[in-house]
C-alpha cells in the first residue's frame, strides 16, 4: 500500500516557476528564468517550438505578437530575425532589449543559474514533422550542464512517445486541461508516469487514484496557494506557477 508523507505544502523541488517568475518579468525569457532562481525556485517550466529554419525557440504562442514588440509568426521567421525582437518591452520598459531566447541559448542559462527546467513541447502545424521537432530539441538539451535536470512535457501524447525514444531516462508528463475517462491507458501507453492537470480539474478523489497507482500530479497553473491547500495530504506532488515566491516564502 502506497502511503503519503502528510504535508501543508509543496516541497521546494516540487515548485515550478511557469515560464518563468513570469508574474514579475517577461515570460519564457533569461530574465524570467534569473527571477526564479532569485526566488529560490529550482525548476522552471518553458515551451519549445521552432522557427521556419527548424531553429528551437523558447516561447509559448505560433507568433511573437503577444509577447515582443515585434509581430509575425514562428512559421516566417529565422534566426537571423531574432536580433531585432524584443521579448520584454511589452511587459515592462526596464526588460527592453530582452531577446526571444534559442533554446540552446536556454540551456546554457539553466546551468548557470543553476536551475532544471520542465520542457513543454509544442507542436504547431508549420513544422515538417514531430519527428524533427522531437530530434532537434532532444539534441540541444543533451547539451546541458550535468547537473541539469530535464522533464519533458506535452498536450500531445505522441511528442512524449518520440521524446521517449530518444532518451527513455526523460520523466514524461502528460499535460490536460481536463482528466479523460482513459487517463490511465493514456499513460501507459507513453509510457509515462506523470500528470501535469489544471489546478482546477483537481479531486481529492483522483489524487487518492493516482497515489494508488504511482503517478505523480502536478498541479497548473496556480497562484494562489489557498486553492491547493487540501490535496497535499491526499498526496499531490507539486505546483507550477506565475509566482514561486508565494509557495517558497
Not at 515570460?27 to 522552471?44: C, L
Not at 531566447?101 to 520542465?118: C, D, Q
Not at 550542464?145 to 521517449?164: E, N, P, R, V
Amino acid at each position: 500500500m502506497t502511503t503519503v508523507e502528510p504535508r501543508t505544502g509543496p516541497r521546494r523541488s516540487e515548485v515550478q516557476a511557469h515560464r518563468g517568475a513570469s508574474a514579475i518579468a517577461p515570460e519564457n525569457t533569461i530574465a524570467a528564468f534569473r527571477a526564479a532562481a532569485e526566488q529560490g525556485a529550482e525548476w522552471v517550466e518553458l515551451d519549445v517550438a521552432l522557427l521556419a529554419d527548424g531553429t528551437p525557440v523558447v516561447i509559448h504562442d505560433v507568433s511573437i505578437d503577444r509577447c515582443s514588440s515585434s509581430k509575425g509568426n514562428l512559421a516566417d521567421l529565422t534566426a537571423s530575425d531574432l536580433d531585432a525582437i524584443d521579448a520584454g518591452s511589452w511587459f515592462s520598459p526596464k526588460f527592453k532589449g530582452e531577446p526571444l531566447p534559442t533554446l540552446a541559448r536556454v540551456v546554457s542559462a539553466l546551468g548557470e543559474l543553476g536551475l532544471n527546467a520542465n520542457v513543454e513541447i509544442k507542436q504547431h502545424a508549420h513544422h515538417k514533422s514531430l519527428d524533427q521537432l522531437v530530434k532537434v530539441v532532444d539534441q540541444h538539451l543533451k547539451a546541458r550542464a550535468a547537473q541539469t535536470k530535464i522533464m519533458i512535457s506535452s498536450f500531445d501524447a505522441a511528442a512524449l512517445k518520440g521524446m521517449h525514444e530518444l532518451d527513455p531516462s526523460y520523466e514524461l508528463a502528460m499535460l490536460w486541461s481536463k482528466l479523460p475517462a482513459d487517463w490511465t491507458d493514456i499513460l501507459r501507453s507513453i509510457p509515462a508516469k506523470t500528470i501535469h492537470l489544471d489546478y482546477k480539474a483537481l479531486s481529492i478523489g483522483f489524487i487518492e487514484e493516482a497515489v494508488r497507482r504511482g503517478i505523480s500530479v502536478r498541479a497548473w497553473t496556480c497562484n494562489d496557494p489557498r486553492r491547493l491547500a487540501s490535496f497535499w495530504d491526499v498526496g499531490l506532488t507539486g505546483v507550477i506557477t506565475d509566482d514561486p515566491s508565494v509557495y517558497l516564502t
